[in-house]
């Protein structure tokens, strides 16, 4: 299918940080796509929590076939869309490089770490970042971008990965208003322009950040409830599950169990997937978004419908309040918390603990955003290991 004019064209891309001749058969963000399958932080997604820890069970989704699934979902309504499928394939590849461990938990921690060291370090004084690095605490979504600029070690000629500046962009989700202050510095009129000047990314990006919590929302019913977590009772207060159950239940009255669970989330993603094609090509025409500079001026265009929009919100709080908030999920919490923490400090105080490796060449970069950088590229079970290792006790048996 042929791109829409409003799409990301590599032709019309703003490029590499280093310039690269063109690749013979693959367009530029197919090979971003391909750069991003290859690189190590991807293959160390199969072992990062999502919701679930790696060694709780093999079927739960882990940080790999939750990008996975996004990707797909991203790919699905791009195609619909006429947006660039390899660019909205790419982010949604790399859009959680950057994790730590542990999930959500370990980053938290993390970020407390850096935030204490910042100020233990600067006694009050300004803890400003160096040219090289980004400032105060710990972003999972800087972390990403930080992993495919910096901290890939796969080719001569460059650090990262060298991918196109619309792949970045649509990596950096989210931004402090002094990481995107720093990165302004460092790159003007870069990928942190947009938070500062209040434009929007490209539909690529945008899809990506939508498929992103369709993805999860269905992904965490199916998860919660093969963990014993939630039931398929207690789901039915949820507006949008207890449409879908009613109307599977109306085709096939005697289906239960998993069979059940799948086939109403399955309906739900088909809803919510057709939601967004149809709002966001109402928005488009609405606003009368010609070409990717409309695109950038315009508010963020591509959603669900108001309808759909309370959904899933509400779908979210129920998800907070039971799974992602349950004593048995805050528990584990606790103990990533304290293996982060641990970790960190250990190898604060000690940083030969890390293999020499580690050490960015050629570059300053403080010791404490070294560390942060070693703890956030760890697996779940690398970290639990090294824990047991450098302090002796044994967390999570
Ligand atoms: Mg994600």
């Given at each position: 299918m042929s791109l829409a004019a409003y799409a990301s064209h590599d032709n019309a891309s703003r490029g590499r940080r280093v310039p690269e001749p063109p690749a013979p058969?693959?367009?530029d963000f197919q090979r971003d796509r391909d750069r991003v399958i290859h690189s190590t932080?991807?293959?160390?997604?199969?072992y990062k929590t999502q919701v679930f820890l790696n060694h709780e069970g093999d079927l739960f989704r882990t940080r790999l076939t939750h990008s996975l699934e996004v990707a797909q979902l991203g790919r699905s309504i791009a195609r619909s869309l006429g947006l660039n499928e390899d660019?909205?394939?790419?982010?949604?590849?790399?859009?959680?490089?950057?994790?730590?461990?542990f999930g959500h938990a370990g980053q938290d921690a993390l970020n407390a770490c850096m935030h204490q060291a910042g100020e233990v370090a600067s006694h009050g004084a300004n803890d400003a970042s160096t040219p090289n690095e980004p400032a105060g605490g710990f972003e999972h979504n800087m972390q990403s971008l930080r992993v495919v600029d910096e901290l890939e070690e796969r080719y001569p000629d460059f650090d990262g990965l060298n991918l196109c500046f619309e792949t970045r962009e649509g990596i950096l989700k989210h931004c402090s208003r002094a990481n995107a202050l720093w990165l302004e510095r460092v790159e003007p009129k870069g990928v942190g322009a947009r938070f500062l000047n209040g434009t929007s990314p490209s539909l690529e990006a945008q899809l990506c950040n939508l498929a992103d919590e369709i993805a999860y929302n269905a992904h965490d019913i199916d998860d919660g409830v093969r963990s014993g977590l939630l039931s398929i009772e207690q789901l039915r207060v949820v507006p949008l599950f207890e449409r879908f159950l009613q109307t599977t239940l109306s085709h096939h009255p005697n289906l239960q169990g998993r069979r059940l669970l799948y086939e109403v989330v399955r309906r739900m993603l088909s809803a919510q997937v057709y939601d967004v094609i149809d709002a966001t090509?109402?928005?488009?025409?609405?606003?009368?978004?010609?070409?990717?500079?409309?695109?950038?001026?315009?508010?963020?265009l591509v959603c669900f419908s108001a309808e759909m929009k309370q959904q899933s919100a509400d779908l979210k709080r129920f998800l907070m309040h039971n799974l992602y908030r349950h004593p048995q999920v805050m528990q584990t919490t606790v103990q990533a918390r304290r293996v982060v923490t641990d970790l960190y400090a250990a190898y604060c105080s000690e940083p030969h603990l890390m293999p020499a490796h580690?050490?960015?060449?050629?570059?300053?970069?403080?010791?404490k955003r070294q560390v942060a950088d070693y703890i956030a590229g760890m697996t779940d079970r690398f970290a639990i290991k090294e824990h047991e290792r450098l302090t002796g006790s044994k967390v999570f048996v």
């Open positions: 058969t693959r367009g932080a991807f293959r160390r997604l199969v660019l909205v394939e790419a982010i949604a590849l790399a859009h959680d490089l950057g994790h730590t461990p090509c109402a928005a488009i025409k609405q606003l009368g978004v010609a070409v990717p500079a409309d695109v950038a001026l315009a508010p963020v580690r050490r960015l060449s050629g570059v300053e970069v403080s010791i």
